[in-house]
């Protein structure tokens, strides 16, 4: 079993400022076995995962996590200008991979919100 954590730092992101919204993300390995993983995280076509606005995925290979082992990560959320004040939905995957990063195994999922205020 995977257990992930997420915190988001500050709760909201506010219309107009140029600071990101922080994604503290804690991954914990409670198996008894290794696990190969591959991170994914999505947010709404209206916020970006990168300061230029350009994308709003973001893809990353974690390695392999021992038995018992916590790897933290952190990420940036960006409002754009089209962005409004509402809340937007946002998807963290975990593919957790056979062998190799060819074949996925099992995935984890987990669905926040990313509220925006002005």
Do not use: W
Request: hydrophobic fraction near 40%; glycine fraction near 4%; avoid cysteine.
């Amino acid at each position: 079993m995977l257990a992930i954590k997420s915190v988001l730092i500050p709760f909201n992101i506010k219309l107009g400022t140029k600071k990101p919204q922080e994604l503290k993300l804690i991954l914990e390995n409670k198996d008894e076995e290794k696990k190969l993983l591959t991170l994914a995280f999505m947010v709404a076509k209206d916020l970006a995962v990168e300061s230029t606005g350009m994308n709003n995925k973001l893809e990353r290979p974690i390695g392999e996590m021992a038995p018992g082992e916590s790897k933290t990560f952190y990420f940036q959320i960006f409002t754009k200008p089209t962005t409004t004040a509402k809340d937007y939905p946002a998807r963290l995957i975990i593919y957790e991979h056979y062998g190799d990063y060819k074949f996925v195994q099992k995935e984890y999922k987990k669905d926040m919100v990313i509220r925006v205020i002005k």
